[in-house]
Nanobody, 125 residues
Framework: QYQLVESGGDLVQPGGSLRLSCAAN????????VGWFRQVPGKEREGVSC????????NYADFVKGRFTISRDNAKSTVYLEMNLLNTEDTGVYYC??????????????????WGRGTQVTVSS
């Protein structure tokens, strides 16, 4: 079992930016694809973005395309999610997990494992 730790969540105004981090604890992320997900109370967890092990393949859900950027630094065993032009609908707990990042598909909750505990993002004026 692998442990991931998310950080970077905060309260931000609409139109603002945040950068989330997903760090591997006790292992290296080399060779693993990583996905970002989010969940709001009363709704199912949904896939936001994923990146393959080399960083060449990056998928985004339609609702974040053009606003969010996923990246990784394998030397630091960390995956990042840069979030710009945030709006109130982006509010939620953001999680990272290990799983497949296949071409042209959003990350699916059922295919991912070793979830972190999440970091809260609140977009509010």
């Amino acid at each position: 079992q692998y442990q991931l730790v998310e950080s970077g969540g905060d309260l931000v105004q609409p139109g603002g930016s945040l950068r989330l981090s997903c760090a591997a604890n006790g292992f290296t992320l080399d060779g693993f694809a990583v996905g970002w997900f989010r969940q709001v109370p009363g709704k199912e967890r949904e896939g936001v973005s994923c990146i393959n092990s080399s960083g060449v393949r990056r998928n985004y859900a339609d609702f974040v395309k053009g606003r969010f950027t996923i990246s990784r630094d394998n030397a630091k065993s960390t995956v990042y999610l840069e979030m710009n032009l945030l709006n109130t609908e982006d509010t939620g707990v953001y999680y990272c997990a290990l799983g497949p990042c296949t071409f042209g598909t959003d990350p699916s909750v059922k295919e991912y494992h070793d979830w972190g505990r999440g970091t809260q993002v609140t977009v509010s004026s």
